[in-house]
Structure formats: C-alpha cells, structure tokens
C-alpha cells in the first residue's frame, strides 16, 4: 500500500513539473520570437536588401502545452523579376509544443526532452496561391522542427506533390522530404539530405520531356574557429531520360553539382570549389562517357568578399533609389554593376588569389584533360612595363597556364561512340572515327598548335611578364600575338 502511495506521489510530481516546465516554457516562446524577428530586421536592413525584407508576427496566442503565431515576410520594394509587388507579403503558420517533453514529439515516439517541437507551414495568400494549386491545396512544404536542452536540432521538411505549369513548361514531382540536423544554429552548423522523387518536366512547344528518378541533397556546413562559414554540398540528378515524341533521345545516369567552401592553410583566407559532372552519357544505347567541368578559386580573403557585395549591393541600391528607371533599362544596369565590381574588385586582388578552370572527359580507353590556371596580381604591387603591349595583363595577372592532353585511343573510341550513336555499323564507325581523328590532328600540326606523337596530341601555353612558352618554345608575347595573326581574317 505504502508503494503505491509513494509511485502516485512520483507520478504527481512528476505531473507537476511537466505543466510547470511547460508554463515556463511557453513564457519564453514570445520573447524569443520578438528576438528573432529584431535580429532578421536588423540584419537585413543593413544589407540593404533590393526588395526590403521585414519580419514580424502577430495573433499570438499561449496555452500550458501548446502555443500558436503567424510569422510574416514582407518585401517592401518588391522584386519585379519574381512577380513580386511592392508590400506583399508571405505569411508562415507557427504552432509550438512546449517542453520538457512536447505532445508532437511523443505522438512520434520521441521520448527525449526538449525545449520544444514545431510546426511550420505556409498560409496561402496572393504570393503563395500558386503552389497551393501545384499542390491541390495542400500546403506545398511543412517544417517539423524540435529543438533540445543541449541547443541541438533536428528538422523534417516535407514536400508535397505538385505539378506546376506555365504556358509552356509543366514541372511535376511526387513530392520528397528533407532532414535537417545541428548542434548550434541552422544558420551557423547544419547538415542536410533528402530527396524529390519522381521529377518530369515537360516541354509542350517542342514535345520533349525529361525523367528523373530522384534528386538527391547532401550537405555539411559550419563556422570555424575565425567565423568563417565552410562546407560540402552536392546536389544530383539522379537516371535522367530525355525523351522527345515517345522516342528516348538520352539517357544520363547521374547529373551532379558539387560546392566546397573549405579554410585555406592560414585559415584567414578560402578556397572554393563549384564542380558540374555528367555521369555515363549514353545516346542510342552507345555510352560516351563521363566528364567533369570545375571552377576553383584559391587563396580568397572572405572579408573582401563580404564587403564587396556589402558596398556593391549598398551602392546599386542608392542608384536605383536616385533613379527608379534604371531598373527598368537593361544596359544601364550593367554598365554601373560592371564600373562597381571595377571599383572593388581591387581588394580582392590583395590577396593574389588563384583560379582554376579544369576540364575532363573519360571513357573506357582512358580521360582526355583541359586546364587552364591563373595566379592574380595584386595592382599595388604587380610588376609590369609601362607602355608595354601587356602592360593591363600584368597589372592584373602574374602568371596564366593552360594544357590540353588528348590522348589519341581515347579521342577516336569516343569519335566511334558518337558514329555508332548515329547508326554506323561497327566498321564503318572505326574508320570514320580515324579518319576524323587524323584530320584533325593534321590541322592542328599544320597550324602549329598542337605537339603530337604517336600516343597523344598536346598543346601547353604558360605566360609570364611578357613571355610566352608554346609547346616548349619560348618566344616574347608580341611573337606570340604575331603567330596567332596569320590565322586571324
């Protein structure tokens, strides 16, 4: 008897301060959201955003266990691109648990405290009408998020089928779901992955129509020890079939984009990688390969970045702001982005960053290779000959390097690919594909741009301070510019 008394005076407890850690917590909820809603107006203010983007809340309302608000996201000055009027707005629905242990999250079988655990949706509204009609009236994405007592998260996107249409174009999908996890901030320590599945995209001028089984997001991203933002992405498009009039035309087994955001050795400056890759290009059931394109940017200073978008974006929007019509002349446009960039790009430069462009394409005989790299000067400190031919390259540039290998095996198994591609039988396709192969390797030898033996075509540039060497042949940069005039009209 004594036990049981003892076990319900437990349970009572317990009871207690379950409603008393839920009353406390939904006293905090309202004043972190004012928090929140301040910081994301402060900040955007001082970007000095084009379309004005200002936060706010309203219709909250508090229980014991439960509380509800909606958050509201409006553009100020619009965005004309996107069909955005000047203050309309995008209005999110906020339902919140509270701790130490919310109802959503044990309905889930989630039995670990928490602070709280919410729900987010979309309102349909004059913005958000037409992907609520994508959606057949479902909200087009809703936000699980739980946030625990040692300041990690966790958060479930799902997205809901839609089929979205223009006059042309119609982008359907079975809808898909994405996690994302931290330790500290979404903002600060995320990682992501998920998934859309069952892509189509429909092209009704032309017939055609492109498959995918699924697109795929991984992420990874953190601030370091200096608050610099690194990371790893790659989003990928997964078993591709171009088809046009009921006849497959395509078919590419994966599709990928890369990004890399990673601390550089002195771990005050960046190195940024974006790479695109085609995995098994295959047309009339002919594999092509697989190929890479890359962007790399070396030895970036973070800083010089930020404020140069910071000053760029401040100083575009002061311009508009005196002249409303420029935003609607194109040209204009460009020519006071292009003398802004010119004006702060300098401090870029202090850091003598380094740019990479690699290229390459593989098949079974092996992978024909492009790169191109170029080592930035900084203009203060460059050295150069006043008056000289590439007086404006050296200000800029201390050295510029590219090399081509195309090794001939390679070269000709993909010439025969795209020929049998076409229909060619077996012979036929060998020998065109050679005879192509040699008559471009003949031009190129006449011409002088390419070394050649038995095994492989090459080409090899290096520039520095007015000296060029060409496929191992050093000669000044005027000589240079001569040899390329004989092939110019």
């Known amino acids: 008897m004594k036990k049981s008394v003892v076990a319900a005076g437990v349970v009572v407890a317990l009871g207690v301060c379950w409603m008393g850690s839920a009353w406390y917590t939904g006293k905090q909820v309202e004043p972190k959201v004012a928090d929140f809603v301040s910081s994301f107006n402060q900040a955007s ?40 009027k000047a203050g309309q707005n995008v209005t999110f629905n906020v339902d919140v648990d509270h701790g130490p242990f919310p109802l959503s999250s044990l309905a889930k079988g989630s039995l670990g405290p928490a602070v709280a655990a919410m729900n987010v949706s979309l ?27 040692d300041k990690s998260f966790s958060t479930q996107v799902v997205v809901a089928p839609a089929s979205y249409s223009d006059t042309q174009t119609t982008f359907a999908l079975d809808g898909g779901e994405f996690n ?11 990682r992501i992955n998920g998934q859309l599945k069952n892509i189509v995209i429909s092209q009704d001028s032309n017939d055609v129509k492109v498959y995918s089984d699924s697109m795929t997001v991984t992420s990874t991203g953190h601030k370091d020890d200096d608050n610099i933002s690194v990371g790893h992405a790659v989003v990928s498009l997964n078993n591709i079939r171009v088809n ?47 190929g890479k394109i890359a962007l790399v940017l070396e030895n970036i ?23 409303p019509a420029l935003s609607h002349d194109e040209d204009a ?12 790009i300098a401090d870029i430069q202090k850091s003598e960053p380094v740019i ?27 050295t150069f000959t006043p008056g000289s031919l590439t007086e404006q390259v050296d200000h800029n540039v201390k050295t510029i390097t590219a090399n081509v290998l195309l090794p001939l095996d390679v070269f000709t198994y993909t010439a025969k690919q795209i020929k049998l591609a076409e229909g060619k039988d077996d012979a036929t396709a060998q020998k065109q594909a050679e005879k192509d192969v040699n008559n471009a390797m003949t031009i190129g030898k006449m011409m002088d741009l390419i070394s050649l033996d038995d095994k492989a075509a090459k080409l090899d540039f290096e520039y520095q301070q007015g000296k060029v060497v060409f496929n191992g042949k050093e000669m000044t940069a005027e000589e240079f510019m001569a040899r390329g005039g004989r092939f110019l009209p």
Do not use: C
């Open 333 to 344: 446009m460009d020519e006071i982005s292009l003398k802004l960039l010119e004006k702060y």
């Open 45 to 84: 203010k001082a970007k000095s955003s084009k379309m004005g983007m200002t936060l706010s809340y309203k219709d909250f309302s508090s229980g014991l266990l439960s509380s509800h608000f909606q958050v509201v996201l409006t553009f100020e000055h619009g965005a004309e691109a996107s069909g955005i």
């Open 123 to 149: 309102v349909n509204g004059e913005i958000t009408k037409p992907l609520f009609d994508a959606a057949k009236g479902h909200s087009p994405i809703d936000a699980n998020i739980r946030v625990s007592y």
């Open 301 to 323: 200073d973070p800083v010089a970045v930020h404020q140069l978008f910071t000053d760029y974006n401040a100083e575009l929007s002061k311009a508009i702001v005196a002249n």
């Open 244 to 290: 046009s009039k009921g006849k497959e035309l395509i078919q590419i087994n994966a599709l990928t984009g890369m990004s890399d955001l990673a601390s550089f050795s002195d771990k005050k400056r960046i190195n940024y990688t974006l790479e695109y890759g085609i995995k098994d290009l295959i047309r009339e059931k002919q594999n092509l390969g697989s």
């Open 180 to 190: 994302v996890s931290g330790e500290k901030s979404p903002l600060n320590d995320a």
């Open 356 to 382: 990479k462009l690699p290229i390459s394409w593989k098949n079974d005989k092996g992978e024909m290779t492009a790169n191109l790299n170029i080592a930035t000067a900084d203009p203060a400190k460059a």
